[in-house]
């Protein structure tokens, strides 16, 4: 249903250090801009004015008072951004600068939101305009996962995994690094501990075993003293029926996890493998 609101596109690439945001306005105008990824923008000093103000190089084109309540963190600094004038390109900021800010010291305006928001928050004030004045269609793109992947980063998640299959992702589809070395390697797995849950579903997805939570809650509270803060819950036969799945999930985040990943959320693929891979 049409809103009334003029109806913007925006589309989003999110790398591992700088998130690129493209928008196309209803008249068709092209607004670009670009952000830190850690959600924060990025400046230079070109000279100190006063004792809590900067005057930045470019000037950066940012919209009055749009980084107003951002924070600057230099060092053991942490400073709030009380006011930003673009005529002059000056920053007044809430308290003394410390004394290791100086011309030409490149800074980070934390804005404490998600890169693709304060992209489109960015091209909008340029635009004069709020996400609460247009209706919008977004496209976001992003290497993150990628990144983390070939930087061997993250936090590896632990695996909730029905019964009887703990080595599921280390046996793998018995895939060589190297076809013909005598002795083979295997590729390292993603997740960290494993836990077997007891619960079943036949291949029609109907329940043979209900999972049992009176065991499980234990355990997942074992872990998360250990300082785990990931789980990653993967059943057989899930894609057809992942309400085991879904039960795990609510019941892990009660208990204290913060990120809870259901395989068949993330693709509902009839092969176990590949699903919880991915």
Known sequence: MSTGLPKWSFFVDTGGTFTDCFARSPEGTIHR?????????????????????????????????????????????????????????????????????????????????????????????????????????????????????????????????????????EIGDQRRLGLFDLVPRKRPVLHGPVVEVCERLDHEGKVLQSPDLSILEPIARELLELGNRVAVVSFLHSYINDAHEQEVARSLKDWGFPTVICSAEIRRFRKWLPRSES
């Open 33 to 169: 801009a670009k952000v830190l990824s850690r959600g924060s923008l990025s400046a230079r000093i070109s000279k100190i004015s006063g004792p809590n103000r900067l005057v930045l190089e470019g000037p950066p084109g940012w919209p009055e008072g749009f980084p107003v309540g951002f924070r600057l963190i230099h060092e053991s600094a942490e400073l709030q951004v009380n006011g930003w004038l673009p005529a002059s390109a000056e920053l007044v900021l809430s308290g003394a600068l410390p004394a290791t800010l100086k011309t030409g010291t490149a800074i980070e305006l934390l804005s404490g939101e998600e890169a693709p928001i304060l992209g489109q928050r960015l091209l909008l004030a340029r635009a004069g305009l709020s996400h609460a004045e247009i209706s919008a269609s977004m496209r976001l793109a992003t290497t993150r996962c990628t990144n983390a992947l070939l930087e061997g980063a993250g936090e590896p998640p632990v695996f909730f995994v029905t019964q009887g299959f703990p080595d599921l992702l």
